[in-house]
């Protein structure tokens, strides 16, 4: 049996200790079931914490580029709709052009027919200029590329040509004054027609490749997020399962260790028992 002593108590005193120890045990485990998270500070583990929090800068950094690769998804997409548009007017400019070609129209029919034409004309300007979403647009003559982030550097860009669809530009021939008034304007405008059509058709075309890389660099970035959010998880996440049980077993504990330290305090006063 060993000594006792109403001064000090060593047996209540490591009880205490134990019990302390069992509490703050418990704590962090309420703490990891209530965050969700094993490292929710820098205090419970600094190294892991670092990792977690650049990794997480990486993940918002790539909402970022997100947000870029579907803004610039969505001016490509604008700009070829309005390209195919204009395609469809050249096909019909084609036939416009085509029959009043023939010479043996009449005056009245090549004026109704010069007249679908010039419509069908003015209407590919108006299609230009719709064809723009949220201030880009591919399609204008003099327009800037679109230049979508492609990583978190800022550096990498990921860039669609700008394709100018305008009269007279670089790839519609033909001019604002183009008419098939006549016979000869007729065959003039044919050709002028048909080398735009050739020429639409490859810029729609570039348009359609530049938007599909946009679409797959956008599928690259959504896993690569997934991938650094899941590998945040990993190594900061608690196992709500474990910790689950965990808190039983403390808990348990705990009741112990109170009765551990009301025995213990009951030591000294068994000395009073020697004086009776």
């Not at 979403?133 to 679109?146: C, E, Q, R, S």
């Not at 190594?235 to 049980?245: F, Q, T």
Request: proline share 1%; aromatic share 2%; net charge neutral.
């Amino acid at each position: 049996m060993g000594v006792q002593s109403i001064n000090t108590n060593v047996s209540a005193m490591l009880a205490l200790q134990y019990l302390n120890a069992s509490q703050a045990e418990l704590r962090s485990a309420e703490q990891r079931i209530a965050t969700g998270q094993k490292v929710a500070t820098a205090k419970d583990n600094g190294a892991i914490f670092a990792i977690a929090t650049t990794q997480r800068a990486s993940s918002r950094a790539l909402d970022a580029v997100r947000e870029s690769l579907q803004r610039s998804q969505s001016v490509v997409d604008v700009s070829a709709a309005s390209g195919e548009i204009i395609s469809d007017l050249l096909i019909q400019m084609k036939e416009k052009a085509l029959a009043a070609a023939d010479a043996q129209l009449n005056t009245s029919s090549r004026a109704a027919m010069n007249a679908d034409f010039v419509a069908l004309r003015d209407q590919i300007t108006k299609a230009v200029n719709n064809g723009g979403f949220n201030g880009a647009n591919l399609i204008k003559a003099g327009a800037p590329d679109v230049a979508a982030l492609a990583d978190e550097s800022g550096k990498s860009l990921l860039t669609v040509q700008a394709q100018d669809l305008s009269l007279n530009g670089g790839n519609v021939t033909v001019t604002a004054t183009t008419s098939v008034s006549t016979v000869t304007l007729a065959a003039a405008a044919l050709t002028l027609v048909n080398a735009s059509l050739q020429n639409v058709s490859l810029a729609l075309a570039r348009l359609g490749t530049g938007g599909r890389a946009l679409s797959t660099h956008l599928v690259f970035v959504n896993k690569l997020q997934d991938a650094i959010d899941a590998g945040i998880g990993n190594i900061v996440d608690a196992d709500l399962a474990k910790e689950s049980a965990r808190i039983q077993a403390l808990q348990t504990k705990q009741q112990l260790g109170f009765q551990a330290l009301s025995i213990a305090n009951q030591g000294p006063a068994q000395l009073m028992s020697l004086f009776r």
